[in-house]
């Protein structure tokens, strides 16, 4: 699989397919999944100092404001847990959560099950929104990079279209981590390789998807 990206300097975007070994309803979140999500856990990655700031700027270069609502995913997740609200969601989530929280780079997943092909990651002109949860609440996502389906934008690294999350008959995933090249410029890679061992702890089966 390929993924073509408008150009987009210091991305370091990485994904990945995942296919389940059962669907999602069928694969609960084992303990050492759900311990992951603590902020003490122990992780192969973590944030460093200067990443919360590149991230938001390689989000801001079109005109997108990564602020309040619309702040990257990983800090809503660093706020969670430190306010004692992120929990287990499911198997397929907690270990995107736990890699975000870690490594401090949001990572969407989407099931590719619901996605329609051909998928790229591009950026939404101004005013392109959608529905981003259960309760009909939208996003705008004019000018903040995001990937799409042939149906429009679906995922980025704020909020993830509800359109295409994963539901409990979930068994192909695509995983992308929102890396920037910033200090240790192999820490996005290595995002990734950590999110490819959770998903295989799992039972899963991972394919390296060619980002370009």
Known sequence: MNLPVFPWPNHAV???VVDLPVPLEQLPSPDWLVASLAADAA????????LKGAVRDLLRGHGYRPTGRGKPSSEYLAGAVAEGRLGS????VDA?????????LPISVVDLGLCEAPLRIDVPPPGSEYVFNRGGQTIDVGGLPCLF?????????VKDAQRTKTTPATQRVLAIVWGVQVGDAAHAAATAQWLRELFTRLGARCETVAVA
């Open 149 to 157: 389906d042939a149906q429009g934008p679906c995922a980025n690294a």
């Open 89 to 92: 969601i499911n198997a397929v």
């Open 96 to 104: 995107g959560n736990a890699a975000s929280l870690h490594s401090g």
């Open 14 to 16: 990485q994904a990945l």
């Open 43 to 50: 992780a192969p990655v973590r944030a460093f100092e200067a």
